[in-house]
């Protein structure tokens, strides 16, 4: 069983920087590729980047690739965010999640089998 947090969310302008983390718990976290998806307001959650177990190999969504690093911790069971160049479109609520499943890093949300809870981001144009 993992629990996952999310933080680091708020309002920011156009062109800022927000570093959104994930607190997770259980000990197999290093085990789990990790996750980041968005849902903004009447629309389907996205894939945003993932990062697998070893943190070897990560993986973008074209719309926040050169702009957004995933990277992780695994000795602190965190996963973090980095989001470069914010435009106003990156709206969303973003969720961090992990799969204890897979073989492969995946950008499938239903192949992730833990949620945060959500953290509110807001960019301002």
């Known amino acids: 069983q993992v629990q996952l947090v999310e933080s680091g969310g708020g309002l920011v302008q156009a062109g800022g920087s927000l570093r959104l983390s994930c607190a997770a718990s259980?000990?197999?976290?290093?085990?789990?590729?990790m996750g980041w998806f968005r849902q903004a307001p009447g629309k389907e959650r996205e894939f945003v980047a993932g990062?697998?177990?070893?943190?070897?190999?990560?993986y973008y969504a074209d719309s926040v690739k050169g702009r957004f690093t995933i990277s992780r911790d695994n000795a602190k069971n965190m996963v973090y965010l980095q989001m470069n160049s914010l435009k106003p479109e990156d709206t969303a609520v973003y969720y961090c999640?992990?799969?204890?499943?897979?073989?492969?890093?995946?950008?499938?949300?239903?192949?992730?089998?833990?949620w945060g809870q959500g953290t509110q981001v807001t960019v301002s144009s």
């Open positions: 259980g000990r197999n976290f290093r085990n789990y590729h």
């Open positions: 990062i697998s177990w070893s943190g070897d190999s990560t």
């Open positions: 999640a992990a799969d204890s499943r897979s073989f492969y890093l995946s950008d499938y949300d239903g192949g992730y089998d833990y």
